[in-house]
């Protein structure tokens, strides 16, 4: 365990102990919080958690991997309530977001909308979705305006006290946390109203890393209702992971089972269902290649390349001026969607304008921020030749499609070299080598297959994630 990541665990328990004065209907709201964006706020605050001398301030000292979850899960057991059988006859709720991605298709095959709910932390109009009732959070909380400010006022105080701390005396980390208050206490003031008004034998979250998902995981735990909490990604950042509040964390395979026990989370809180969002590369068809070379105005002659960027990968344009210079390929770039949100768009556009061989697959926006792209992604993967990517889930789908893929400054362990060498790489000149091989080279192409396969069944051994999905939810709800 490095430095600093046990000088974050062990200043996020602290906090915790700290402003657990702090709480609403039995919650302490530092428990709320994602620590990792106080941290973020302050260069000054996140450099201290690399100081050896940060150990003085430290109470809870947490010297290994296992002990992160176990810290967390002394405090769920005081919040924690079982409510035995009542609870099983009720509907399943789905918490809306971004991270949820339940496809329409498993929807409308799995989840009776008769005996499902979407719960949304913000005002909905549209009253259904695939026909499943939606309930807004919002209409279920009180007034909690007196209460939020007595809470700042308490938590002002508390920081006074904290003047001499490196991290939590930091004023943009206090501020951070300041701001964050009011909506801690609205949003366990709507779940726990709310959850007392409806009956729900489950909930079911696309992560816990946000703060309504949050919410709504620990004030089921409260009131005995379990909860599910589906992987939302490949597993890079540990703070978007970890810790776990839901009582399954459903994972991908058996690379996050294992990552989940190595840090402390119990077996039995954990099953591979893979994610429904996956179900579709199984059983649907998508865009022929004939039609996506036409869409795209690709060469017949080439081989195409799609590079997957992210939003904090700053290498991409520079790789791509390197493919350029080998006729054999036709370079495809789809763009992360939050590169779009940030106004990177102009990057790439530059280059497609440079190298007439680079096609840039564009944002269709329907509203501010809200966009798809031209082409869709499941579209591309099985008709492309080859797929670059760096740390991306996408890696996970292309290898999925069975197709061959490459990486790039991968960071993690996900897409490590022992399982996937040497088709992970950080020297460029030498990533491009290799895909040239994997375009002309039979046991160079065999190597990748056979690598692919071995990765695909220990990373991803489920076909059908809605049904294990549902049997999950069954099993909990004791039917």
């Not at 004065?21 to 941290?39: A, R, V």
Request: charged share 25%.
């Amino acid at each position: 365990m490095d430095m600093y990541r046990r000088h974050y665990w062990s200043l996020f328990l602290d906090f915790i102990d700290a402003f657990k004065s702090l709480n609403h209907k039995g919650i302490p709201l530092p428990l709320l919080s994602h620590f990792n964006e106080y941290l973020a706020v302050s260069k000054e605050a996140r450099n201290e958690l690399m100081k050896p001398g940060l150990e003085q301030h430290i109470k809870a000292k947490l010297h290994s991997n296992e002990q992160i979850q176990h810290g967390f899960d002394s405090l769920m057991k005081t919040i924690k309530r079982d409510r035995g059988s009542k609870r099983r006859s009720g509907k399943i709720l789905l918490c809306m977001g971004g991270a949820l991605r339940i496809p329409d298709q498993t929807l409308q095959q799995f989840f009776d909308p008769s005996q499902t709910v979407f719960v949304s932390s913000w005002k909905i109009q549209n009253p259904h979705y695939c026909g499943i009732p939606i309930h807004s959070l919002p209409d279920y909380g009180a007034d909690v305006r007196d209460l939020t400010h007595q809470l700042a006022t308490k938590a002002k105080a508390i920081f006074s006290a904290c003047g001499d701390h490196p991290v939590f005396g930091n004023p943009l980390f206090q501020q951070k946390f300041l701001d964050e208050i009011p909506l801690m206490v609205e949003g366990v003031d709507a779940a726990y109203h709310y959850l007392n008004q409806v009956p729900a034998k489950c909930v079911i979250v696309g992560t816990t890393a946000l703060m309504p998902e949050r919410i709504l995981t620990i004030i089921a735990a409260s009131q005995g209702i379990p909860s599910i909490c589906l992987q939302h990604g490949v597993v890079m950042g540990e703070p978007g992971y970890m810790p776990v509040f839901a009582s399954k964390m459903a994972v991908y395979g058996h690379y996050e089972r294992e990552w989940y026990l190595d840090r402390g989370v119990s077996d039995d809180c954990i099953e591979i269902t893979g994610h429904p969002r996956f179900d579709r590369i199984f059983t649907e068809s998508f865009m022929s290649q004939s039609h996506l070379s036409e869409q795209l105005g690709l060469h017949p002659q080439k081989k195409s390349v799609l590079i997957i960027t992210q939003d904090n990968d700053d290498f991409w344009p520079q790789f791509v001026d390197l493919l350029v210079q080998h006729s054999w390929m036709e370079i495809i770039i789809k763009p992360h969607p939050q590169e779009i949100v940030m106004g990177r768009l102009p990057i790439y556009e530059a280059i497609c304008e440079k190298h007439p061989s680079v096609k840039l697959l564009r944002p269709r926006f329907k509203a501010e921020k809200v966009f798809d792209f031209e082409v869709g992604l499941y579209d591309l993967l099985p008709n492309v030749d080859l797929i670059a990517v760096g740390s991306s889930t996408v890696g996970l789908e292309a290898m999925l499609f069975g197709k061959p893929v490459v990486f790039l400054n991968s960071i993690g362990d996900y897409y490590n070299q022992q399982r996937l060498d040497p088709f992970v790489q950080r020297d460029p000149e030498k990533l491009i080598q290799i895909m040239k091989g994997l375009i002309d080279d039979v046991a160079v192409q065999n190597d990748a297959d056979k690598k692919r396969k071995a990765f695909v069944e220990y990373a991803y051994p489920v076909k059908c994630s809605g049904k294990k999905l549902m049997e999950l939810i069954d099993k909990l709800a004791g039917a």
